[in-house]
């Protein structure tokens, strides 16, 4: 994991904010969802994207094993005996 060296305190809220540089760079806008994630001690913020894994087709999704995959691709997907 790569430190960025840029500390913030949290408000009287629970709020942080994220720099814009951080933001321009991972291209999170106003209005933009965040996931969030726990690993042990860390809190893992990451862009929320509920479009298809494979053609960024947000319509029709799935959700399997953590991913999401639109039913166009899902279709698409060789059997298992074809591999």
């Keep these: 994991m790569?430190?960025?060296g840029i500390v913030r305190k949290v408000d009287e809220l629970g709020r942080i904010v994220l720099p814009i540089e951080l933001r321009r760079t991972l291209d999170i806008n106003l209005k933009d969802s965040?996931?969030?994630?726990?690993d042990g001690e860390r809190?893992?913020?990451?862009?929320?994207?509920?479009a298809c894994i494979f053609c960024?087709?947000?319509g029709q999704i799935i959700y399997f094993k953590g991913?999401?995959?639109c039913v166009k691709c899902l279709a698409e997907m060789p059997e298992p005996d074809t591999l």
């Design 2 to 4: 790569k430190s960025t």
């Design 34 to 38: 965040l996931e969030i994630y726990v």
């Design 43 to 50: 809190i893992i913020l990451k862009k929320y994207s509920p």
């Design 56 to 58: 960024g087709e947000a």
């Design 67 to 69: 991913k999401n995959i």
